[in-house]
């Protein structure tokens, strides 16, 4: 339950933003949802993997079925990322852990801005999916997350991720493995909110702004997309 008054305004806020963007239609009319998988062509993302792995195909990592469904094998680490760029937007995605194999760990990256050589990461944000924590909040290699003091980390020397900062979730909404889940997140400049399955499970205010693209991570394992959006706030 949430204790903190804080906590539950922002909740109230988040629902309403995400539900509607109601509060940004003045401003600009509204922009309608983009389907990331309508092509269905690898081709039209960036890839990108350690230079140790340099060899690797996009299409030994990932592949779309019939159906528009994404597939990543989890191996090697690396990631997709969108050709534009995005400040400010709403995703929504479903993913799941395919049936009879234990589910391991992914990502949906926000606002990369660069790829350091050192690192299969990029700089950005990472809304985490690994089972069991999806929903926390990262940033790496100097992009900057602060949050409450209860749920804040930092790392200034990570080996991956360099110095690295980030805000843990309020609650576990992940489903079970085999199931698909629901995930939605709203980046409004330094306002982060992800709901997974109906719930706000994690929420800053005080995000980097630097936009960036959006991506999709391969980190040991494998993993199924699908329903892949994104609206321009």
């Not at 092509?39 to 079925?65: C, G, I, P, Q, T």
């Not at 790829?115 to 700089?123: G, N």
């Not at 576990?172 to 706000?200: A, R, T, Y």
Request: net charge neutral; aromatic share 10%; proline share 5%.
């Amino acid at each position: 339950m949430m204790k903190n008054p804080l906590v539950s305004v922002m909740a109230i806020f988040c629902v309403l933003a995400l539900a509607s963007s109601t509060c940004f239609a003045q401003e600009k009319p509204a922009s309608k949802a983009k389907n990331l998988f309508a092509e269905r062509d690898l081709n039209a993302w960036d890839f990108h993997v350690a230079d140790a792995d340099k060899d690797v195909k996009v299409a030994d990592v990932f592949s779309f079925n019939d159906d528009g469904v994404l597939t990543c094998t989890g191996k090697p680490f690396g990631y997709l990322a969108t050709k534009s760029v995005y400040k400010n937007f709403k995703i929504s995605l479903e993913y799941t852990w395919p049936e009879g194999v234990e589910p391991t760990n992914s990502g949906v990256f926000l606002r990369i801005n660069a790829q350091p050589k050192e690192s299969f990461l990029p700089r950005g944000m990472e809304v985490q999916l690994q089972h069991g924590n999806a929903g926390d909040l990262w940033a790496f290699h100097g992009m900057r997350i602060d949050g409450p003091k209860d749920r804040h980390v930092d790392d200034p020397n990570s080996a991956l991720a360099g110095a690295m900062s980030g805000v843990r979730k309020i609650e576990n909404g992940e489903k079970k493995p085999g199931q698909w889940n629901q995930m939605e997140i709203l980046v409004v400049d330094g306002l982060v909110v992800i709901s997974l399955n109906g719930k706000i499970v994690n929420w800053t205010t005080q995000a980097e702004t630097t936009p960036g693209k959006i991506g999709l991570q391969s980190e040991g394992g494998p993993i199924k997309f699908r329903n892949f959006t994104v609206t321009e706030l």
